[in-house]
């Protein structure tokens, strides 16, 4: 049997998924790897952490069918890391994270030497600290003889499939990310790159995500398992994978994921950006269609932070039962009313992405008192997450996008009592899908697109992934309207103080 395998460089491990043909999951496994903090506001990663980690899970799946059983690989990933090599290809310093904020600086210089409009224009959204140009620029003023060696200018994905293959690759969907793609015409951008003086033979050749683009190497294929000369598409970023892996291939459909992020996203029939620059247009993973997205940049990331912060009862109750810490939490947050008795929780904890491009805003709990308790406080999380998913979600549809019913994935999603609170606040449909393996799978599909399992993405989903069950707004969503509204006004009321914080570094 020919199986296709997908590898997610994650944020915290590398997943490797099994899939046949008819989608079956023959096998995953997940090693995970540290996130580094040397700064406040800072986050990196070792690459080799992530090569080291990809083949402990390879090999994991591998135990379930030999290397030659598999037809092809599909890598995605954590989006914006900045990877330098030199002419060598060896790692010059620490990745760069998609959820690092020191760069606001150069954001800063780029809309002003490119001009705001016309960056949005170009790249489909303005200069944040997430994106890698920014961070380019930051390595560029602040470790010129880092900046002096580096010849390879890649993303987390396509540095694992360097490792995999030895060939330099990346493809349009994450490449949009990057700030430095004409991404109407999917293409690196001349203009940018020249005023920007970023030399274009430091970037990859972009591909659309299906194209095979490489055989894995002698070398990789003792380190992991596999087969010399297996096949290598191109692949997509973590979102665009993401979407593939839970059936959205073409417009009218609109999800949300709930990861460390969330992430609203809708695909396009053409290439449309948002002039305000609140919503994010990228390339899709499928050839001629884009997509639109905003993000919550700590959205899972806050129940987790919630976790280990506030919980170890609830911690200790879980590896004494077997049973999910995030079930217990969700279970003691069902205990308090919808609106958490006044308490709202502004998820800003890395700062923020959409509707509020902020790395100052800081994560808040408003109104507390002597009648809120700890399952007031896990509520208010949950609902702080979904009010600001919500705002993303409104932007979508101001731009025309149908958003009567709402696709959801990702860890957020298992949780029935998160999925109420979502279509209680978005006052829509909430759908789940039978795939629950998200980017990883969407990849593996990729692969099974470019090596004639199938013969596009749209068949690849129609074959595999199927609508399950759906959660209908329930009598709490009129009583969300009004707490929406207040969470709403908090941030601009917060904005100055979140300012002169980051100003003095708090």
């Known amino acids: 049997m020919s199986l296709l395998l997908g590898i997610d460089i994650g944020t915290s491990g590398s997943k490797a998924v099994l899939i046949a043909p008819d989608?079956?999951?023959?096998?995953?496994?997940?090693?995970?790897?540290?996130?580094?903090?040397?700064?406040?506001?800072?986050a990196e990663q070792e690459p080799e952490d992530w090569w080291q980690a990809t083949v402990a899970s390879i090999?994991?799946?591998?135990?379930?069918?030999?290397?030659d059983s598999i037809a092809g690989i599909g890598l995605t990933g954590q989006m914006h890391g900045?990877?330098?090599?030199?002419?060598?290809?060896?790692?010059?310093?620490?990745?760069?994270?998609?959820?690092?904020?020191?760069?606001?600086?150069?954001?800063?210089?780029?809309?002003?030497?490119?001009?705001?409009?016309?960056?949005?224009?170009?790249?489909?959204?303005?200069?944040?600290?997430g994106f890698t140009a920014g961070k380019i620029l930051w390595v560029r003023e602040n470790e010129p003889a880092v900046y002096g060696r580096a010849r390879h200018v890649l993303l987390p994905k396509d540095y694992v499939r360097y490792r995999l293959t030895g060939e330099f690759a990346m493809d349009v969907a994450d490449g949009s990310g990057t700030l430095l793609m004409d991404v109407g015409n999917r293409v690196w951008s001349d203009?940018?790159?020249?005023?920007?003086?970023?030399?274009?033979?430091?970037?990859?050749?972009?591909?659309?995500?299906?194209?095979?683009?490489?055989?894995?190497?002698a070398a990789a294929a003792s380190a992991t398992g596999l087969r010399a000369g297996t096949p290598v598409v191109a692949g997509a970023g973590d979102q665009a994978a993401q979407s593939i892996g839970t059936g959205i291939a073409h417009e009218g459909i609109v999800s949300v994921t709930i990861g460390t992020s969330g992430v609203v996203f809708a695909a396009t029939s053409k290439y449309a950006f948002d002039p305000t620059g609140g919503l994010h247009a990228y390339c899709h993973a499928v050839p001629d269609t884009w997509h639109l997205m905003g993000v919550t940049l700590s959205a899972g990331g806050s129940l987790r932070w919630f976790r280990d912060a506030l919980c170890e009862p609830e911690k200790a109750e879980a590896a004494r039962t077997g049973r999910d810490v995030y079930?217990?939490?969700?279970?003691?947050?069902?205990?308090?009313?919808?609106?958490?008795?006044?308490?709202?929780?502004?998820?800003?904890?890395?700062?923020e992405r959409t509707p509020h491009a902020d790395p100052d805003a800081r994560g808040v709990f408003f109104g507390l008192s002597l009648r809120h308790g700890k399952a007031h406080m896990a509520r208010a999380v949950i609902e702080g997450v979904t009010f600001s998913l919500r705002e993303c979600l409104d932007l979508l549809c101001g731009l025309g996008q149908s958003c009567i019913r709402v696709r959801v994935s990702g860890g957020?999603?298992?949780?029935?009592?998160?999925?109420?609170?979502?279509?209680?606040?978005?006052?829509?449909?909430?759908?789940?899908?039978?795939?629950?393996?998200?980017?990883?799978y969407g990849a593996a599909l990729l692969a099974g697109v470019g090596t004639g399992v199938f013969s596009n993405a749209e068949q690849a989903c129609e074959r595999t992934v199927r609508e399950t069950c759906s959660t209908k707004p329930g009598p709490n969503a009129g009583a969300y309207a009004d707490t929406y509204e207040r969470y709403r006004a908090l941030y601009p009321a917060l904005a100055p103080e979140f300012k002169r914080a980051g100003q003095t570094g708090s």
Request: glycine share 10%.
């Open 23 to 42: 989608g079956g999951v023959r096998a995953e496994a997940t090693t995970e790897y540290p996130i580094a903090v040397p700064r406040p506001g800072w």
């Open 59 to 67: 090999r994991q799946v591998l135990a379930h069918a030999g290397g």
């Open 82 to 129: 900045l990877v330098l090599l030199d002419e060598a290809g060896k790692v010059l310093r620490p990745c760069i994270m998609w959820n690092d904020q020191r760069t606001a600086a150069q954001c800063a210089e780029i809309e002003q030497k490119v001009g705001r409009a016309r960056l949005i224009e170009l790249a489909g959204k303005p200069a944040l600290t």
């Open 191 to 217: 203009e940018l790159l020249g005023l920007l003086d970023i030399p274009c033979e430091w970037l990859p050749p972009l591909h659309e995500s299906h194209e095979v683009v490489a055989e894995v190497s």
């Open 327 to 351: 079930d217990i939490i969700t279970e003691l947050a069902s205990t308090a009313p919808a609106g958490s008795d006044g308490l709202l929780f502004l998820p800003y904890l890395t700062g």
């Open 412 to 440: 957020g999603s298992r949780s029935a009592f998160w999925r109420q609170v979502m279509a209680d606040v978005f006052g829509v449909e909430i759908v789940e899908v039978n795939v629950t393996q998200g980017a990883a």
